[in-house]
């Protein structure tokens, strides 16, 4: 009897490099096999879907992909086609790419074609997420909420994700647009639940659901709440969380993290090779376009 695939994700905090060394996306396309790889690229939640698919193709067979596919639902309907399906069980990389992750729960999550990418992560395919497609990897995913430092009673939203990684919240565009105070928000409501925020341009990369090792320019920061005191249940509307005691990690390029425990199990220095963007996915897909074009 053969031994089980492992479980692949790559969580990206979104504004990823495209038309640099593009270490993170780089990275996908080794996981998905290089240059055996079958890639679906899944751009619902944008606004710009034919750019978004332009864009990550163009880099994906530079990387030397040779079989990239795209699928992208009209409705909740549509994601019950079987040629859409059909796509996603074939795959051994699946992309979605960032835009409004409402899009993606209301047109994927609970669908036949969201079934078959739960079942293409089974069997080993990576799946990889930025930005929208960042957060829609856990079981309840932030669907909306205000920026900044200070955690705040009912700032933020749960919506139903994917399940990819359970027990786990996925902020993105972390430190860019100031989303610690949100993040902490969640899990002094739901201290079973680690919080996970991760820079633009960098990505968590997770086998098995369980070790987790930091890609890129930025950092993930996990925040572990369960032990934390908090009056989250008794704070009114918009007041300031007190939460003490929670357990707070740092983890930059080279940190390998144990999700289950909530330790770090290694460290190997390294220093990024990309300055951070700071662009929003729209505009940042446009000038990946326009660059990708000369």
């Known amino acids: 009897m053969s031994d089980p695939a492992t479980r692949s994700l790559l969580i990206i905090g979104g504004a990823e490099d495209k038309v640099g060394r593009v270490t993170i996306l780089r990275r996908f396309v080794a996981l998905a096999g290089g240059r055996k790889a079958r890639i679906v690229i899944i751009p619902t939640a944008s606004s710009v879907p034919d750019e978004v698919v332009e864009v990550y193709s163009t880099v994906f067979s530079r990387l030397g992909a040779p079989q990239i596919d795209a699928v992208d639902p009209s409705d909740r309907a549509h994601s019950s086609d079987a040629d859409l399906q059909d796509l996603v069980d074939n795959a051994t990389g699946i992309f979605l790419s960032g835009g409004n992750q409402l899009k993606l729960s209301q047109l994927i999550v609970g669908t ?94 997770i086998s098995d659901g369980k070790e987790l090792t930091v890609v890129g320019s930025g950092a993930v920061f996990v925040v572990d709440a369960r032990t934390a005191v908090t009056d989250a249940h008794q704070a009114e509307r918009d007041a300031p969380l ?31 090779d990309i300055a951070v963007s700071t662009s929003r996915d729209r505009h940042d897909t446009a000038t990946a376009a326009a660059a990708l074009r000369r």
């Open 242 to 272: 007190l939460v003490t005691g929670a357990i707070v990690h740092t983890l930059p390029y080279g940190a390998t993290f144990d999700l289950e425990s909530a330790t770090l199990t290694d460290f190997d220095e390294k220093y990024a």
């Open 112 to 205: 036949p074609l969201g079934g078959a990418i739960l079942r293409a992560y089974e069997r080993g395919a990576v799946v990889a997420g930025t930005s929208a497609g960042a957060s829609i990897m856990s079981q309840f995913m932030i669907s909306m909420g205000e920026e900044g430092v200070t955690p705040r009673q009912r700032s933020s939203q749960l919506t139903a994700g994917l399940g990819l990684l359970p027990g786990v919240i996925v902020d993105q565009h972390f430190d860019q647009r100031a989303r610690y105070g949100r993040l902490l928000s969640l899990v002094a409501t739901s201290p079973s639940l680690l919080g996970m925020g991760i820079d633009e341009d960098t990505a968590a990369e």
